[in-house]
């Protein structure tokens, strides 16, 4: 009868210890918020434990159940090393749930073998230390990898989807049967010079309107053997064409993970460029949006100069004006380059690959194409991403459907490996929903691979996991409409084996150099706003992928971004092109990482009346 009682033990305290997982609920109500003493300010239903006499009664804020379960004697709770909470800076090492071993072989053999869900706990635990074959293997990934991320931005009808849709044709990208469907589909819709567009905007409403609506995920394969050995090793390049319009920014700033260099492209039409950066323009906002998205090089594209005769003087005065905006206007500190171009010119005559510019003017000719701009760019991966994180990966999550995969249900899940490196047969945990999922494969531009690394951009095939169905919520049973309902973009999975060794993930524990908060010190730069940002203003929020509604509680000081001397202590209002550190108070819990740690995770945005008013980073994160 001891052993049973043991037994029944053993499984009350993995389901107590990690089974109750707060979930976070809206609340508005900052009036009582003290910015010194950090005061606990949060929107979460805790399940609550109760103890009478040998009753323990637990309530699941998931469940909504109440559950009580009787407490084996005292001489039998000896016998067992429960798993402490670490936070961050703890060189303590957590201990697993595992039966003491003061206990005889023959005795934890018997049971592991009654308690099925133990069974896993150690190869769950072990697979957050990634072995040094695995980082071995990661790191030789990351070298042979001839793969980078490229932003592609610009201003409403510049021209972007054209000139890439153009370039995929050039480079085999795209097979010539679909140009010339594309090129039916242009003609149906009246938009004969959109065919090269279509190639990339396949969306209906896309190629209505004319204009991107989301960012679209496309995959070109770029080589130039004629060039020499520099060139000829092909390359493949990951594109995110974003949205020009203003009312589509908020989809190219949650979607957009961590870009090797962008491609901006600019309209050289007359009175075109300008338009781009007036008031109402976006090419302003989109430079802005690449420093905070941690872009250090941009190819500036200058398009549409069949237009203007191919005329040096208007090339030369869009360098000059635009050199002004990077340098001192928005201080960008990164490299750029200027590539006159043409997304429709026929062939020698539009400068998008080598040997296109032979009917062009020799001041054309002079300058790389931009495909060789483009396969020059250098990948910002580097080995300190997956030896720095090994512990474990942190997973992005972009957007989840319900899909097969074998015949069996599955959900694919497109994200982005923030860090760390990732497997098939991985169990990971959704946060904030603790649906257990266990990886049945990972594709990465429609092929599978049994590893994913640092910035890649995935495709998660995920089965729910069933083997430890007490550590968190099991979704098998759940309508699929559910739980991608739970599961909102911006949101995020860890190793099932991180769960195990700290604990229930709640507010003000640190996990993955991630905590879940709802206060944080930020530095921001303001932007162009006509009335500037004073403390009490409501913004909308883009932290990371998230989006949620944030509110300046204190403007702590005003400084300079060169010496970071304090100008002015606690200023009430701040105007355009000022730089501030704040406290700001989020009206629901986020994953965060500070910006030192993580510029996807870390980075901020804050938008009202669909303007961007302030970029900002993380400093620091309330643990309260």
């Known amino acids: ?57 637990t309530r699941s804020v998931w469940q909504n159940k109440k559950s009580s379960t009787t407490t084996t004697p005292s001489n039998a709770s000896s016998t067992i090393h429960s798993t402490p909470r670490v936070t961050s800076g703890s ?101 004969s010079t959109f065919s090269y567009a279509f190639l990339l905007d396949t969306n209906d409403d896309e190629r209505q309107r004319g204009v991107t609506i989301d960012v679209c995920n496309h995959t070109l394969t770029l080589a130039f053997p004629e060039l020499g050995n520099d060139y000829s090793t092909p390359r493949t390049i990951f594109l995110q064409d974003c949205p020009g319009h203003r009312d589509f920014v908020p989809s190219l700033i949650r979607a957009v993970s961590q870009p090797d260099a962008a491609v901006l492209v600019l309209d050289a039409s007359p009175k075109e460029f300008e338009k781009g950066l ?5 090419t302003l906002e989109h430079l802005q949006l690449l420093m905070i998205f941690g872009v250090k090089h941009i190819i500036i594209a200058v398009n549409k100069l069949d237009r203007t005769d191919w005329n040096e003087g208007r090339f030369l005065e869009i360098v000059t004006v635009l050199t002004k905006v990077l340098r001192k206007d928005i201080q960008f500190g990164g490299g750029f380059t200027f590539i006159p171009v043409s997304g429709i010119g026929e062939d020698g005559s539009h400068n998008l690959t080598p040997g296109n510019a032979t009917n062009l003017p020799e001041w054309v000719r002079q300058h790389k194409s931009l495909g060789e701009e483009i396969y020059k760019i250098q990948s910002i991966r580097s080995t300190s991403q997956i030896k720095g994180e090994k512990t474990s990966p942190t997973i992005i999550l972009y957007d989840v459907t319900p899909d097969t995969y074998e015949g069996k249900k599955v959900f694919a899940a497109t994200c982005v490996v923030e860090s760390g490196i990732l497997q098939v047969s991985d169990s990971i945990v ?6 257990l999922f266990q990886i049945v494969s990972i594709s990465i531009d429609g092929l599978e691979t049994e590893k994913a690394i640092a910035y890649d951009t995935v495709t998660l095939y995920l089965a729910p996991d069933k083997r430890v169905t007490k550590l968190c919520n099991n979704c098998d049973k759940l309508d699929s409409s559910i739980v991608v309902k739970e599961m909102p973009q911006g949101s995020c999975f860890i190793l099932t084996g991180v769960l195990l060794q700290q604990g229930p993930i709640s507010k003000g524990v640190w996990i993955n150099n991630m ?29 990371g992928s998230s989006r949620v509604e944030a509110r300046i509680h204190k403007i702590n000081a005003q400084i300079n971004p060169a010496t970071q001397e304090i100008i002015r202590k606690n200023p009430p209002l701040v105007g355009k092109s000022a730089y501030v550190r704040m406290t700001l108070i989020f009206n629901v819990a986020v994953m965060i990482k500070e910006f030192s740690k993580s510029k996807l995770m870390g980075r901020m945005i804050l938008r009202s009346d669909n303007r961007s008013v302030g970029l900002g980073k993380v400093e620091r994160i309330s643990e309260k």
Request: charged share 25%; aromatic share 10%.
């Open 430 to 435: 959704h946060i904030p929903s603790m649906y």
């Open 91 to 191: 060189s303590s090492v957590p201990t697993p749930v595992t039966p003491s071993t003061s206990l005889s072989s023959t005795t934890q053999t018997s049971i592991m073998k009654a308690t099925p869900s133990q069974q896993h706990i150690a190869k769950f635990i072990a697979d957050v230390e990634r072995s040094e074959d695995v980082i071995k293997g990661a790191t030789g990934i990351i070298k042979s990898k001839n793969t980078v991320n490229v932003l592609v931005v610009g201003h409403v009808d510049a021209g972007k989807s054209t000139i890439f849709g153009h370039l995929a044709v050039l480079s085999g990208s795209v097979p010539l049967r679909e140009k010339t469907r594309a090129q039916t589909l242009a003609d149906t819709y009246n938009k």
């Open 278 to 282: 007036s008031e109402d323009g976006q």
């Open 515 to 543: 905590i879940l908060a709802t206060t944080v010190k930020a530095l921001v730069l303001v932007l162009n706003t006509p009335q500037g940002i004073s403390v009490g203003d409501v913004y909308d929020c883009y932290i």
């Open 1 to 57: 009868m001891f052993w049973v009682h043991l037994k029944e033990y053993t499984e009350k305290v993995i389901s107590k210890r990690f089974f109750l997982m707060p979930r976070y609920t809206s609340r508005s109500d900052y009036s009582d918020y003290d910015d010194d003493e950090y005061d606990d300010y949060d929107g979460y239903d805790y399940g609550r434990l109760k103890k009478s006499g040998g009753v323990v009664e």
